[in-house]
């Protein structure tokens, strides 16, 4: 088996709570933070910092806006994070065909 895909896997992506917003943000334009951490079941906290990390990677934009006098913070796939996903699922998938060639 080659080992190269796998060493080749970004490790911002994948991780298993940012994996999950990455998914989530692909399938969508844009998400709630709120959204998010109740779909996710993840804390404040939790979600905060993965999406800090995922924003400083340039995967991630968020934005704080009010709504209805109330703060609304969304966040969105950048074209790089799209790209970085799209990258990360091709490599995911070159692994499991080696795997069903063994």
């Known amino acids: 088996m080659n080992p190269e895909p796998f060493l080749q896997l970004d490790r911002v992506i994948h991780e298993k709570g940012r994996l999950s917003i990455m998914s989530l943000l692909a399938a969508s334009r844009e998400l709630a933070f709120t959204e998010l951490r109740e779909t996710l079941r993840m804390t404040d906290g939790n ?3 993965h999406l800090r990390t995922l924003q400083q990677a ?3 934009a968020i934005t704080k806006s009010v709504q209805k006098r109330r703060p609304l913070t969304t966040c969105s796939l950048t074209k790089d994070g799209r790209t970085a996903f799209g990258n990360y699922l091709n490599l ?3 692994i499991v065909r080696q ?3 063994i």
Do not use: A, N, S
Request: glycine share 8%; aromatic share 8%.
């Open 92 to 94: 995911l998938e070159q």
């Open 58 to 60: 340039g995967y991630v």
């Open 99 to 101: 795997t069903r060639e």
């Open 47 to 49: 979600l905060t910092q």
